[in-house]
């Protein structure tokens, strides 16, 4: 039976693709014709909608059973939220209480000369009303139909259907809400592996062109990337502070640069150009202050293991900066593994996220606090006075200054020691 | 070699990753020979179409929303006389955070010309296109977020409105055709943005306009057969006036007195620009 099927869609889509007619020559045009309605047979078994259930009155259920209210139908998706989960596949024999009214399956109809008390509910039919409905009206998975001389007094409500009011009267609101569509230029739903795959080549291009710019740095900046790096390590707390002031501060600062700017005659030409300078500047404060940050780590790490005693070829500021980039990106790269788990990845995320923010945070304040790495203050580079102790003051002189010489007689000296004439 | 498995056995999981869903909704009301309407329009997030309607329904809106995120606001209080349309966020009100694909909403709102109508639209992060024109409209209340919104008056307002109170926050707007809307007084409060008042259109009175803006640049067009004063209240603000002349603490046109229909603005700004485009 399955096979067979197959063998009627297959022939179905050839025939469905078959070339137009007005390139065959004359003689196959008869043949052609038995194609056309052949294939028409076929497109229409193919598409033919599953059929309708029988109509029928669902029984009330027993208290406490299934109960769908349509007294209020403002809210749409709660009442479809309430059909799908009282009534997930209604048949004949399901039970369904509608307080004030009635639930039926499959299509139904008011005629002319009824008049119906309260509200209904019909499931898989659509809704013809020709008589009076005192209540609402509610279809699922059908059309409502108020033909000229129907009146609805209550509320219509079309769940993954259309109201046709052909002349009817519907005294309260008209409301239709159909199936969910993808948004024009919206992107396909992702598998999990798919996804993985996206996200892997997310974060390594994110993290190739960071390794990029860190290389580019260390071998143009490295003085100053190292101040921000020896920043980073000497005063992490205050680099952060400073770097979060620093992120309240930016938009007031650039409206006041924008404002100072307009207000000033000659700004206003300066002004292009000042917002361009300050957005790279801040961009730059951001991301070198994040490399920074991956430098002093990287440092750090590879610093203990060679106190360990580890032989590494290269300990220089090339592998600091791989070593902490990789350490950063660790979160990112479980985020883009194992992000689509349903609640552990959205954690993970929120995880790589907050370290992210954290060190970009430090790394801004860092160079903020470092002056972009050309001031030392808080490289832990500079010795305060207090710290300083003689010991330094007894530095051995290099010229100039004769040795003082030791003492050489009386009870003191040393035995042994040669006693010089005229002394 | 079994955590291997399992791994992989995740990653192949016939599961799909939640995506935006939008879905169509419609609703509208027939009209029963209702002589007043109280509209209600609050659209958070998309683009938002307003037009005075042509069918017998009393109003009519057409809406693609996202459905992870909002919730159609259909409601309408027979007794009142009152309609709130348009979409919430499920979470309620506060703080949001607005992406590109919510901004894929759309609403197309036609109202009855034939009910006079009172009409408060709430706008959050919304493109906003209203055309008020033809319609019964006797008070208007806008309330625009971080919007760029157009008001449009194409046709003259069959009745007499009383007010148009306009607040604007970090907004673009621009309010067409005055001159139609038969507002007599009109108030505007404006944060940061940019803000064009075109009083064109048929005048059949006089207008009295109150604008209260802090950093917003505002070009005004005026019709040069009204007549206008101009009391302004600014303080780093510079102001255009060319075709107006200065008596006293105000900027009048030179026919303001003999003119038959006045425009008096009451201009208090912090930051930005006035400039004036004087229309035929």
Redesign the interface.
């Known amino acids: 039976m399955r096979t067979a099927r197959r063998l009627l869609l297959a022939l179905g889509l050839w025939l469905v693709s078959a070339p137009a007619a007005h390139a065959a020559p004359c003689a196959l045009r008869r043949a052609h014709s038995v194609i056309e309605t052949l294939r028409a047979f076929v497109v229409q078994q193919i598409s033919q909608t599953p059929a309708k259930p029988k109509p029928a009155t669902l029984a009330p259920a027993p208290a406490g059973g299934p109960s769908v209210d349509l007294k209020d139908l403002s809210r749409p998706e709660a009442i479809e939220r309430q059909v799908r989960t009282e009534v997930p596949s209604p048949g004949p024999d399901s039970r369904l209480t509608v307080p004030d009214g009635q639930a039926r399956l499959g299509d139904f109809t008011i005629g002319s000369s009824e008049t119906i008390p309260g509200h209904v509910l019909v499931l898989e039919g659509d809704a013809n009303v020709y008589g009076r409905l005192l209540g609402n009206l509610v279809t699922v998975d059908g059309d409502v139909h108020v033909h000229p001389g129907g009146v609805v007094a209550g509320d219509v409500l079309a769940l993954h259907g259309d109201v046709k009011d052909e002349g009817g009267e519907i005294d309260g609101e008209v409301r239709t809400l159909s199936a969910a569509t993808m948004p024009a230029g919206g992107a396909a739903p992702l598998s999990p592996l798919a996804a993985a795959a996206r996200n892997i080549a997310g974060v390594a291009g994110v993290f190739l062109t960071l390794l990029a710019l860190g290389i580019g740095l260390v071998t143009f900046a490295r003085p100053n990337l190292e101040v921000v790096s020896d920043t980073v390590s000497h005063s992490f707390g205050r680099a952060f502070v400073t770097g979060l002031v620093g992120q309240i501060l930016i938009l007031p600062t650039f409206g006041m640069l924008i404002v100072g700017l307009i207000l000033s005659v000659a700004g206003i030409l300066l002004l292009p150009f000042a917002v361009v300078v300050y957005v790279l500047l801040a961009i730059l404060g951001v991301v070198g202050g994040y490399i920074a940050v991956a430098h002093a780590i990287g440092e750090t790490y590879t610093r203990r293991r060679m106190a360990q005693g580890a032989t590494l070829a290269s300990p220089n500021s090339y592998r600091y900066l791989l070593v902490g980039l990789t350490g950063l990106f660790v979160l990112w790269a479980a985020w883009s593994v194992f992000g689509w788990v349903p609640v552990a990845g959205e954690f993970v995320r929120a995880a790589a996220v907050l370290v992210t923010w954290l060190m970009a945070t430090a790394g801004l304040g860092a160079a903020l606090l470092s002056r972009a790495g050309v001031r030392e203050n808080f490289a832990g580079r500079i010795i305060p006075p207090e710290a300083l102790t003689d010991e330094y003051l007894w530095a051995t002189p290099q010229f100039g200054v004769p040795a003082v010489r030791r003492p050489e007689s009386g009870p003191g000296a040393r035995p042994g020691t040669r006693q010089e004439p005229g002394r | 070699m079994r955590i291997a498995a399992l791994a992989v056995a ?21 009209a ?1 020979g209702e002589s007043h309407l109280t509209a209600r329009l609050e659209f958070a997030a998309g683009r938002l179409k307003v037009v005075p309607g042509r069918g017998a329904d009393l109003y009519r809106m057409t809406l ?1 929303y996202d ?1 992870d995120r909002f ?2 606001l ?3 209080d027979a007794p009142r006389g009152a309609a709130t349309l348009g979409v919430e966020s499920v979470g309620g009100p506060g703080l949001r955070v607005v992406s590109r ?1 919510q901004l ?1 909403q759309d609403a197309a709102v036609e109202l009855s010309p034939k009910a006079d109508l009172g009409l408060a639209v709430s706008l959050g992060a919304v493109e906003a296109d209203l055309d008020l024109g033809g319609l019964r409209l006797s008070d208007l209340r806008l309330e625009a977020g971080a919007s760029r919104t157009v008001v449009r008056f194409s046709q003259p307002n069959p009745i007499r409105c009383r007010t148009a109170d306009i607040s604007a926050g970090a907004a673009e707007v621009s309010l067409l055709k005055l001159g139609n809307s038969r507002c007599d007084q009109i108030r505007v409060e404006g944060g940061v943005g940019r803000m064009t008042l075109d009083f064109g259109g048929a005048w059949t009175g006089s207008q009295r306009a109150e604008l209260s803006l802090a ?1 917003t640049e505002l070009r005004l067009r005026l019709p040069r057969k009204v007549g206008v004063r101009i009391t302004m209240d600014r303080l ?1 603000t510079s102001f255009d006036h060319s075709g107006l002349v200065r008596r006293g603490n105000e900027w009048v046109t030179p026919d303001y007195d003999q003119a038959e229909h006045r425009l008096d603005l009451a201009l208090t700004t912090a ?1 930005g620009g006035v400039t004036i485009d004087w229309t035929n």
């Open positions: 995740l990653l192949f999981w016939a599961g799909v990753l939640p995506a935006q869903t939008m879905r169509p909704f419609t609703t509208y009301r027939q029963h693609a459905a919730v159609p259909s409601h309408y694909h894929e950093v780093l930051i």
